[in-house]
């Protein structure tokens, strides 16, 4: 599986130049996404009133921070990051040696990628990197289980389910997908780092909306 994960993460990882990487790292920001977070604040207000709205930013907040916590597991940080201590994490993208045919550790492709191209040189260090990085990108060391992915999909399942529109089911798949690809863009996650966050977020999001839905029909019975 990791051959199919490398093959694929390469095919989808370009140099995309100034303009892309900026795109990129604005897509995967959070600056960018308020507008949409304000839409759907607006949409449950409508649709629920004020209560709900509270209830949903409460759930919405429960939400993620779980299945950010959850993916901090696997990556050992986070309140949960001792829950398993021989768990051997998955280095970023950036950081996996054998996609840059190096046979060194990836501390130390995790070292030479944080070196500008001046101290790279000055170093004797000259070459054409497989994976492209923005250099503004270049952070953390471990990828799997992608924490973008999980809670932006945690956000997804429980807005979609609360605010039950067609048009912004399309918008939210579309803006989930933008996101995690910008996280293999800027060579932080592989594919399956995505799916595995992806999973956590979905389980986190149901449960989310599973809790909302029997207090909001029990408000409306009352």
Not at 112 to 130: F, H, N, S, Y
Request: with cysteine; hydrophobic share 50%.
């Amino acid at each position: 599986m990791y051959d199919f994960d490398h093959d694929l993460f390469l095919a989808l990882n370009f140099d995309g130049g100034a303009t892309g990487d900026a795109l990129m790292n604005a897509v995967s920001g959070t600056p960018m996404w308020i507008p949409l977070y304000m839409l759907i604040f607006w949409l449950i207000y409508r649709r629920d009133g004020w209560k709900g709205l509270v209830l949903f930013l409460v759930l919405m907040v429960g939400a993620i921070a779980l299945a950010d916590m959850i993916s901090g597991i696997f990556k050992h940080n986070g309140l949960l990051g001792d829950l398993l201590p021989r768990f051997e994490p998955r280095w970023r993208p950036m950081f996996t040696p054998s996609l840059e045919d190096l046979a060194i550790a990836p501390d130390s492709l995790y070292k030479l990628r944080q070196m500008t191209p001046d101290e790279l040189q000055t170093a004797g260090i000259v070459r054409d990197w497989a994976v492209h990085v923005p250099v503004e990108a270049v952070s953390g060391k471990y990828g799997t289980v992608s924490a973008h992915a999980s809670t932006i999909l945690a956000l997804a399942v429980l807005s979609c389910a609360a605010i039950k529109r067609k048009w912004f089911n399309y918008l939210m798949v579309f803006s989930t997908l933008l996101i995690c690809y910008s996280r293999i863009y800027l060579g932080k996650h592989f594919p399956m780092d995505l799916v595995w966050g992806s999973l956590v977020g979905l389980s986190t999001g149901c449960l989310a909306w599973l809790i909302y839905k029997k207090v909001i029909l029990r408000e409306k019975q009352e």
